[in-house]
């Protein structure tokens, strides 16, 4: 990438104003990863100003547009987003948000599930509390950049038993369709120190919200920035609340551009850029 490509976008900037004509004013195709979360619907009215549940599909589509436009081909949308309940049932604008992204133009790639393990106990007459969000997966293209290998895990216990006796159907089963060499064939993993992940993440969220209602935790943003992106690479986040996404891209080495409606967010977020940088000799990023 050069500066006379992307003469217009600045990047390690928190940048105040509405998300949608901020997005309006950077190029095509100069964002390699976007993720984010938007104000919930009509929750935390008076923190943020969430969306009616009657609008909120109305809401975000030109906002999801002009992620489109500003996603680099091989890019991926990663929406952090949860229905919530009103009179005592789901409410469908997120399912309806997908089917009109789709309509955009948009593949629902994949679907993530944010386990919140250490969440709050409750109960509702018909319902118990809520202890996951979806994070769901959006390209613009089925060819898109993915490095598995930046988030593997241990391959932990289970393994002990479960690959000291295998059976033959264990070491013939479900072969790859796809060419991956792995499949369902759990004879693979045979010596192998770490494994994929699964689409469930089990992710503690913060105990200190940093003056923000809704900050998600450090490590959500992080493992979706190594999973999608590279070193160098530009990370998106049009609702960037209190900086949590900016933090995650200094400590990977990749360039952030986020979008701040509320000014006290705004100034929230670039203290905890200007607090990281304290705390590692100041060094900043350049233009691009």
């Given at each position: 990438?050069?500066?006379?490509?992307?003469s217009?976008?600045?990047?390690?900037?928190?940048?105040?104003?509405?998300?949608?004509?901020?997005?309006?004013?950077?190029?095509?195709?100069?964002?390699?990863?976007?993720?984010?979360?938007p104000?919930?619907?009509?929750n935390?009215?008076k923190?943020?100003?969430?969306?009616?549940?009657?609008?909120?599909?109305?809401?975000?589509?030109?906002?999801?547009?002009?992620?489109k436009?500003?996603?680099?081909?091989d890019?991926?949308?990663?929406?952090?987003?949860?229905?919530?309940?009103?009179?005592?049932?789901?409410?469908?604008?997120?399912?309806?948000?997908?089917?009109?992204?789709?309509?955009?133009?948009?593949?629902?790639?994949?679907?993530?599930?944010?386990?919140?393990?250490?969440?709050?106990?409750?109960?509702?007459p018909?319902?118990?509390?809520?202890?996951?969000?979806?994070?769901?997966?959006?390209?613009?293209?089925?060819?898109?950049?993915?490095?598995?290998?930046?988030?593997?895990?241990p391959?932990?216990?289970?393994?002990?038993?479960?690959?000291?006796?295998?059976?033959?159907?264990?070491?013939?089963?479900?072969?790859?369709?796809?060419?991956?060499?792995f499949?369902?064939?759990?004879?693979?993993?045979?010596?192998?120190?770490?494994?994929y992940?699964t689409?469930v993440?089990?992710?503690s969220?913060?105990?200190?919200?940093?003056?923000h209602?809704?900050?998600?935790?450090?490590?959500?943003?992080?493992?979706?920035?190594?999973?999608?992106t590279?070193?160098?690479?530009?990370?998106?986040?049009?609702?960037?609340?209190?900086?949590?996404?900016?933090?995650?891209?200094?400590?990977?080495?990749?360039?952030?551009?986020?979008?701040?409606?509320?000014?006290?967010y705004?100034?929230?977020a670039r203290?905890?850029?200007?607090?990281?940088?304290?705390?590692?000799n100041?060094?900043?990023?350049?233009?691009?």
């Amino acid at each position: 990438m050069t500066i006379d490509t992307f003469s217009a976008l600045e990047v390690d900037k928190i940048i105040q104003g509405d998300s949608l004509t901020v997005l309006r004013s950077l190029p095509d195709s100069c964002i390699n990863f976007i993720f984010t979360s938007p104000p919930y619907a009509d929750n935390r009215k008076k923190t943020y100003k969430g969306i009616p549940i009657k609008e909120y599909v109305t809401w975000f589509l030109p906002i999801s547009s002009e992620l489109k436009r500003v996603l680099k081909a091989d890019g991926t949308f990663i929406l952090n987003i949860k229905e919530r309940t009103e009179d005592g049932e789901r409410q469908t604008y997120v399912l309806e948000l997908i089917l009109e992204m789709r309509k955009q133009g948009w593949l629902w790639t994949e679907e993530y599930i944010w386990h919140k393990k250490n969440c709050y106990p409750g109960r509702w007459p018909n319902r118990f509390r809520d202890a996951w969000e979806r994070c769901l997966q959006f390209n613009k293209q089925k060819n898109f950049k993915m490095y598995q290998e930046a988030v593997m895990v241990p391959i932990g216990d289970w393994s002990k038993k479960r690959l000291a006796k295998l059976s033959e159907t264990d070491r013939i089963r479900d072969v790859s369709k796809v060419g991956s060499g792995f499949g369902k064939n759990v004879s693979n993993w045979l010596g192998k120190r770490f494994v994929y992940p699964t689409n469930v993440l089990h992710l503690s969220t913060e105990c200190a919200n940093r003056g923000h209602s809704a900050s998600f935790p450090y490590s959500l943003p992080a493992w979706f920035i190594r999973l999608f992106t590279q070193e160098e690479d530009i990370v998106l986040d049009p609702f960037i609340g209190s900086g949590t996404s900016a933090i995650a891209c200094l400590d990977l080495n990749r360039h952030y551009v986020g979008i701040e409606a509320m000014e006290s967010y705004t100034n929230l977020a670039r203290e905890s850029v200007n607090n990281w940088k304290a705390g590692h000799n100041g060094h900043s990023k350049k233009l691009i």
